[in-house]
């Protein structure tokens, strides 16, 4: 398949810094040394112009701001530093005196509360009423408004713009490509506008999962299996939303063991690489080891203090009477199985702030399938179907997420069918799992954007749909300049109008449906009409994209 040559106006710009028109072998060695020069500032200032834009959506409102009693996801993530700080890890996901569950109670995986206490610590010393216990609910001074916006950016600038730029100048998929198309690719990623307003408009760090999830990747590209179980792991414990991405990441690394590599290069056959069936084994068995290992490494330290704490109880309240006669304490057994059973209840009491199917099929309005007919078939007022919703939702998505199980295991997956599988599950998930939120797209999104030099035209469309489809949240959050800014110049720097006619009628019939309310007005007894349409449109759309993407993928394996 002929692949589209990107010619957006980043990669036209980027031109003239390396021409694409001059051999390599052609320039002379003080031209390669300036060109070279000119590629680290080119990227020095693309960082520069990221962190500025990024600032400049951050000085707009955040979520929930100066709407008591909640609040938003900005005060959900300043109370989360304030509880992580202030009560033992014991505590951080159960309702007692000083948490409050019912005050945005943690409800993300233990990544994101050691991320929450490093920035409580910190706050500590220089803004300590930012993580006041009780007394610093839905605080919102100037300097507290500075300290959590900088905190989005300093986690971008470690966790997901250096990682971005590994990928887009380091990834296989991009081996072939002239330095101006790499370059766009980095673009393309650092200046996602949809992360741009979700992260530091609406407030959230889904940056840093992010990054995790494109380190998996490029570790996957480079044949570190053990590297990318590790990273996505890691992933997977900052934010549970990754769990669209658990089963093409499951596949490619039982495949990867399988036939002993990736198939990057054609010749990775499963007669000469690892035939043997002890070392494909021994391949499963590390991927293995590394996965449960980084789960205990971030599961277990939520037990430290009734382990700790016990300690000296057992020394207090077991004493032996015969100590001197090397009897056992009568009570020490007891004590260590009660702090199991402790630790237990712990990590199960994680799980199920974790995964609260008490909430429903879904939140507010989403733009997947559910949401989208549920005005006809008013599934969660049906209380007779409402048990089952989870096991049918579970089953859609499963069935839309074989077609990728097999792509990946027919043969040694490239790194271009895994990211087209990632894609595909991903945008399933999306479309049909349970409890599904607006923000969730940004987990399909990240591996469709890393096909961009593959379908530039269509992967440019796809991101301008997904940011339409937030734009009820953004628009809730006062952010709608924002949002204009911002989507207006992503359609105009990657030409999305020029995609042709199909896009032409995509990018009228979002303008239609924004100019809605502002013709007809908000209708009394249909108050939500035009954000479900929204909604519907935008999923329509997302499931021709995933027909589009799972088609490709099958025709790529």
């Not at 390669?32 to 500025?52: G, T």
């Not at 414990?237 to 399988?258: D, E, G, I």
């Amino acid at each position: 398949m002929q692949r589209s040559r990107s010619n957006g106006t980043i990669s036209r710009l980027a031109t003239l810094i390396s021409p694409t028109t001059v051999p390599l072998e052609m320039k002379s060695t003080p031209r390669k040394q300036k060109e070279e020069h000119l590629k680290h500032w080119s990227i020095f200032i693309l960082v520069i112009i990221s962190v500025l834009i990024r600032y400049t959506v951050a000085l707009g409102p955040h979520s929930g701001e100066s709407t008591p009693p909640m609040y938003g996801d900005y005060e959900a993530q300043r109370h989360w530093m304030e509880i992580t700080v202030n009560t033992p890890p014991n505590e951080w996901y159960r309702n007692t005196t000083n948490n409050d569950l019912n005050y945005w109670g943690l409800d993300y995986p233990p990544g994101s509360a050691y991320f929450a206490w490093f920035w409580g610590k910190l706050a500590t010393f220089v803004l300590p009423e930012l993580v006041e216990l009780g007394t610093s609910r839905g605080i919102e001074t100037p300097h507290a408004k500075v300290f959590m916006r900088l905190s989005v950016i300093a986690a971008d600038l470690l966790f997901y713009i250096p990682i971005a730029l590994l990928i887009a100048f380091n990834l296989t998929l991009y081996k072939s490509k002239h330095w101006p198309d790499k370059f766009e690719m980095a673009t393309f990623l650092l200046l996602n506008p949809a992360l741009l307003l979700i992260d530091h408009g609406h407030f959230q760090y889904n940056g840093v999962s992010l990054g995790l999830c494109m380190a998996a990747i490029l570790a996957f590209d480079k044949n570190r299996p053990n590297l990318c179980a590790f990273f996505f792991t890691l992933s997977l414990n900052f934010k549970q939303m990754n769990l669209y991405l658990a089963l093409p990441f499951f596949f490619t690394l039982l495949s990867y063991s399988f036939w002993g590599g990736n198939g990057n290069r054609r010749s990775n056959t499963r007669k000469n690489i690892s035939s043997s069936l002890i070392m494909r084994f021994k391949i499963l068995l590390q991927i293995a080891i590394t996965t449960v290992a980084t789960f205990m490494v971030h599961w277990l330290p939520l037990c430290s203090t009734i382990f700790f704490n016990h300690s000296q109880d057992r020394d207090d309240d077991h004493v032996c009477k015969d100590r001197n006669a090397g009897k056992t304490c009568a009570g020490s057994g007891s004590t260590a199985l009660r702090q199991v059973a402790q630790c237990k209840d712990t990590l199960l009491q994680m799980l199920t702030r974790l995964f609260p199917f008490n909430r429903g099929l879904f939140e507010d309005k989403v733009a997947n399938i559910w949401c989208s007919i549920d005005p006809v078939l008013k599934l969660k007022r049906r209380e007779q179907l409402v048990p089952y919703l989870p096991l049918v939702a579970g089953i859609c998505t499963l069935i839309l997420a074989l077609p990728s199980a097999y792509a990946l295991l027919r043969r040694a997956p490239t790194t271009r069918t895994f990211l087209h599988a990632l894609s595909s599950t991903g945008l399933a998930f999306f479309l049909c799992s349970f409890q599904v939120h607006e923000k969730s797209i940004l987990v399909p999104l990240l591996p469709i954007s890393l096909l961009a030099t593959d379908g530039r035209s269509k992967v440019g469309l796809f991101v301008t749909v997904s940011v339409f489809s937030l734009y009820p949240l953004l628009e809730k959050d006062l952010l709608g300049t924002q949002y204009l800014v911002v989507f207006t110049a992503w359609i105009v720097l990657n030409h999305v109008v020029q995609g042709g006619f199909i896009s032409h009628i995509i990018l009228i019939g979002m303008v239609l449906i924004h100019l809605c309310p502002f013709v007809f007005g908000i209708i009394d007894k249909l108050p939500h009409l035009w954000i479900l349409l929204n909604c519907v449109y935008s999923c329509g759309l997302y499931i021709l994209f995933w027909i589009w993407v799972t088609k490709r993928m099958l025709y790529e394996c």
